[in-house]
């Protein structure tokens, strides 16, 4: 064998060992959309155990197709009890009644789907997954998958979400509903942001738009203001059949 032949011979198998590495080290740190699923689901579940009770304060805003006036403005307040049961108030309203009437709509339907939390939930059941790339959010990095829902219902979603690589919670969803909703209401666009709030993994921000019949584009942007965070005894009544609230405010989330 000449030098020449030799020489090429070794640059084969020192370019064969390095891919044959790579390939390894890529395997070993980017998990398969299988395996992102099922963490991601664990993770969720894990976060739910951890939940408490609560009541949240949110701001929502309505805008017509000029995003630098707002329609109205909405305060509303939501208490949550775990597992499932969610209820609201209506505190203020400002501008236009339509507001209202739109907060209230959404708030009704959020109070339905966290009863049946399984039926809506980022899951195989719900939902089929695609690996998409791996994206930094906020510092956090990434893996976006898409969502492809398994049937056309109003309360699934259609659209992309960013699972946090270490925790393989949900930080952001992007898309649109999976049914339009009504007649009414068409081409419904998401946008959700989570974030940590006392040790629990909350939605904290909505932002959707819509083409209305009529009224043309709207959108609705929310955010929660502030969480009060309760221990809530539970006195059981066999002979009234139910059960009786009494929250105490225990501090501010950090």
């Not at 259609?158 to 949900?170: E, F, H, I």
């Not at 006392?198 to 709207?218: C, D, K, P």
């Amino acid at each position: 064998m000449t030098l020449r032949q030799q020489t090429s011979w070794l640059l084969f198998l020192y370019l064969s060992a390095v891919v044959v590495c790579a390939s390894a080290q890529t395997g070993s740190t980017d998990p398969t959309v299988e395996t992102i699923v099922a963490r991601m689901t664990r993770a969720r579940a894990e976060n739910r155990a951890r939940f408490r009770p609560y009541i949240v304060t949110r701001d929502y805003m309505l805008f017509g197709k000029e995003r630098d006036r707002t329609k109205s403005q909405v305060i509303a307040d939501v208490t949550f009890v775990p597992p499932n049961s969610k209820k609201y108030t209506i505190e203020q309203t400002n501008g236009s009644g339509l507001g209202g009437m739109i907060v209230r709509r959404m708030l009704a339907n959020e109070a339905e789907v966290t009863k049946n939390y399984a039926a809506t939930d980022f899951s195989p059941e719900n939902y089929g997954f695609r690996f998409i790339r791996e994206e930094d959010v906020s510092g956090q990095r990434c893996y976006v998958l898409e969502l492809l829902p398994r049937r056309k219902d109003i309360y699934l979603l259609r659209g992309n979400v960013w699972v946090d690589a270490n925790t393989y919670l949900p930080h952001r969803f992007e898309g649109e509903l999976a049914k339009d909703p009504s007649w009414w209401v068409r081409d419904v666009r998401v946008v959700f942001v989570y974030g940590k709030v006392s040790g629990m993994w909350l939605q904290t921000a909505l932002e959707a738009s819509a083409n209305v019949r009529i009224l043309g584009s709207s959108t609705m942007v929310s955010h929660d203001v502030r969480y009060e965070l309760n221990e809530v005894v539970i006195t059981a009544s066999a002979s009234l059949g139910g059960s009786s609230y009494l929250p105490h405010v225990v501090g501010p989330p950090h």
